[in-house]
């Protein structure tokens, strides 16, 4: 187990630095998890993490790629909303990089990125 420091507070993170519990996140933890994975946040990778982190909040389930695309698509368009958009803007995958930022824990399947 490893630990992210915010606030003064300790956040726990498994061995890969996902967060062990999803309420602890916020977007000055998303910037020092992006931080740690070389990433600087710009508004397109801020937009798909708050698409999952909406997700979460109202299903408490993280978001398959493909309903990030199909929002992604209604949202800012057809030429944003494709795989490899999104491995452009995280480029060791949705489930990898996007779901770890946006605070989820690491999830058990990689179907995310179906």
């Known amino acids: 187990m490893m630990t992210l420091e915010y606030a003064g507070k300790i956040i726990d993170t498994?061995?890969?630095?996902?967060?062990?519990?999803?309420?602890?996140?916020?977007?000055?933890?998303a910037l020092q998890i992006a931080e740690g994975e070389s990433l600087e946040m710009n508004e397109e990778?801020?937009?798909?993490?708050?698409?999952?982190?909406?997700?979460?909040e109202h299903t408490s389930c993280v978001i398959e790629l493909r309903k990030v695309l199909k929002s992604l698509k209604e949202h800012s368009g057809a030429?944003?909303?494709?795989?490899?958009?999104?491995?452009?803007l995280f480029p060791y995958g949705y489930g990898q990089q996007a779901c770890k930022i946006a605070g989820m824990?690491?999830?058990?399947?990689?179907?995310?990125?179906?």
């Open 14 to 29: 498994d061995n890969e630095g996902y967060l062990l519990e999803p309420e602890q996140w916020n977007e000055e933890v």
């Open 45 to 56: 990778r801020w937009q798909i993490v708050r698409i999952v982190r909406d997700h979460y």
């Open 79 to 88: 030429d944003r909303a494709t795989r490899k958009h999104v491995y452009n």
């Open 105 to 114: 824990r690491k999830p058990l399947k990689v179907l995310l990125d179906l």
